[in-house]
């Protein structure tokens, strides 16, 4: 079952071409895992694929129940270069606006359970009352990653996750994939694809074009080529 569809996207910065005719889908209970080179064109992908940039041509469609949608609820965690750590938000707030739902709603009862559990999930408890510019990156990046998972979305788009993290969360991470991976949709760019192509079911490389590795045997430098 299609959640996203992206057709024959071509993103261009002037007149270079960053995306060349890119067609993908997305499939409900895909993990799917996006490598490749250095300025290849993977967040600039993500960012398609959550409408925070127009392709120059093509277009990207949401779905649910294979029927087009103009929504779908997407958890987004940024690298966290693109975060502006300036802003005066504390940890509780930057994570309990991945709830927000609309500007007047009433948090339920139901979102408080919600966000008690991601925030135990994700070690953040300690520092809620903290403003986002006095952590460390490892904080930040948990921080980061409550407030994806906290709306509980039908697709998780992870870019660079494993970025500044220590090991310890580094298999936090991992653990906490895999446990993601039985309910929800997982879209995740990363460098470090070690670990991470064990779990994935579909294998992206993406540079200007993309390609799709299918076998489970290989190893991405045995398909990159």
Same mark, same amino acid.
């Given at each position: ?28 209970? $895909? ?7 250095? =300025?290849?064109?993977?967040? /600039? #992908? @993500?960012?398609?694929? +959550? ?41 509780g707030e930057a994570i309990k606006s991945g ?29 809620? $009352? ?7 990156? =490892?904080?930040?990046?948990? /921080? #980061? @990653?409550?407030?994806? +998972? ?22 936090q991470i991992y653990s906490m994939m895999e ?29 200007r074009g993309i390609h799709e590795c299918h ?11």
């Amino acid at each position: 079952m299609k959640l996203i569809g992206i057709d024959d996207i071509t993103v261009r910065f002037d007149h270079k071409i960053i995306l060349d005719h890119v067609s993908l889908s997305v499939d409900k209970g $895909d993990f799917m895992a996006i490598t490749g080179p250095n =300025g290849g064109g993977k967040t /600039t #992908l @993500l960012r398609v694929m +959550l409408r925070l940039l127009r392709p120059s041509s093509g277009e990207v469609c949401y779905y649910h129940d294979g029927n087009v949608t103009k929504r779908l609820k997407i958890g987004y965690l940024p690298q966290k270069s693109n975060i502006d750590t300036r802003f005066p938000i504390t940890v509780g707030e930057a994570i309990k606006s991945g709830q927000i739902k609309g500007f007047f709603s009433r948090r339920s009862q139901q979102d408080e359970e919600e966000f008690e559990r991601i925030v135990e999930l994700c070690g953040v408890g300690g520092y809620l $009352d903290r403003t986002v510019g006095m952590l460390s990156g =490892g904080q930040l990046q948990r /921080t #980061l @990653l409550a407030r994806a +998972l906290v709306s509980n979305p039908e697709v998780i788009v992870l870019d660079e996750p494993l970025s500044y993290v220590d090991k310890t969360f580094e298999r936090q991470i991992y653990s906490m994939m895999e446990d993601l991976a039985k309910e929800h949709t997982i879209v995740l760019v990363s460098h470090e694809m070690s670990v991470i192509s064990g779990m994935a079911n579909r294998h992206i490389i993406v540079d200007r074009g993309i390609h799709e590795c299918h076998s489970h045997h290989h190893s991405f430098t045995e398909c990159d080529d």
